[in-house]
């Protein structure tokens, strides 16, 4: 299959450049003006479009197996490509936790033939599974996930000795949810004594606070920087944490890297007055100045990567008082079009997007033949129209749980095409029916 897009503006690797593209089939076979169209089996016409590697959201739930009525990974794999994501990394904290290499390989089983996108499944580490954690294959499995402030899931990894151990004898990417269980404890027993169970959401950021963020990320960072340990720090939400990461070094050259999610740069406190529980996250959105802060680091290199941590809840659970009210909530069909909306308000670069979204990710994670667009590489590709408005309703939701953080929003930009392993997986609102995706391999 041979399918030609031409007179696209290709965003890759900080230019922007007028240019055809040539798919054969899963690889990209050439780049260049005035691509002849005799030979190809389709030809696209991308006038006035960009064409961009296909995102890699380095941080998703997609609920399988155990929880999926929230979630599975065909109905979030759908959302994902719908959304311009081609490729996934997903998370352990599924029923049962991923904590076993037999565990593990059970997900990928499940993925086969029925993720519209590419996958990565993270193996689980806790207290007392080292030596699951030391079998983990580095080609083909993304990285090792620690969650050091307990989120949703058993998976919190709190014994300093353990830490140290994994931090020393893993050899591969250790991602880490870091916030301090014990200031959360103190905080979440003195708005239960002032207002019991249903504690007004508004408090959220004061019982996940800051404080907890920073004394959790800064011991992570110290004990990579004492051990040597490869670590990246998911969904960074203060603007005191991003002091711990440097921009004074090529990403190539880092051991210790950053995330930060679409919802910690789009919302504030401010926001919980009218999205309420929809936008109860671990670790909280926090104050304008946070956000702020976050945009600078995510600007000058401190922080590397932006991701979503989609975790789709039913709104029933979301609906319930704050003590039973889940975290989290699906992002991964709208990150791409919350990004080139910000864009649009002068906040961040077409490029700026690319690499955050798709180069960095896939240096991060060393993973083979994506992220870029080159000849030879997957043929993971995403079409965008930035001039054609639309609304985030409930009609056009794919997430299994039917809603969304975002719902009423109008974007400036959307999706018109995505390409995984050169399928068109995804056209102007269709999402096709052929599953393509592919368990990513590592080049390590």
Known sequence: MKILIKNATIINENKLVESDLLIENDLIARIDTHISDSGADRVIDASGKFLMPGVIDDQVHFREPGLTHKGDIESESRAAVAGGVTSYIEQPNTVPNAVTQGLLEQKYTLAEGRSFANYSFSMGGTNDNLEEVLKTNPRNVAAIKLFLGSSTGNMLV???ETLEEIFSKVKMPICVHCEDEAT?????????????????????????????????SSKAVELAKKTGARLHIYHLSTARETELF??????????????????????TDEDYETKGTLIKWNPAVKTFEDKEALWKALQDGRIDVIATDHAPHTLEEKNQVYTKCPSGAPLVQHSLPAMLEMHAKRRISLEKIVTKMCHNPAIIFNIEKRGFIRQGYKADLVL????????????????KCGWSPLEGTTFSARVTHTFVNGYP?????VVSDQRAGERLLFDR
């Open 246 to 267: 440097r921009n004074d070094i090529p990403l190539e050259e880092k051991k210790i890297t950053a995330e930060v999610c679409v919802h910690h740069l789009w919302f």
């Open 184 to 216: 959360i404890r103190r905080n979440t027993e003195k708005y239960l004594s002032e207002f019991g169970e249903d504690i007004p959401v508004r408090y959220h950021h004061l019982i996940r606070s800051a404080e907890a963020c920073y004394i959790s």
């Open 425 to 429: 997986a995804y056209e102007n609102g």
């Open 158 to 160: 709190d014994d300093p």
């Open 384 to 399: 965008v129209d930035l001039d054609s408005p639309w609304t985030v309703k409930k009609d056009n939701i794919l997430y």
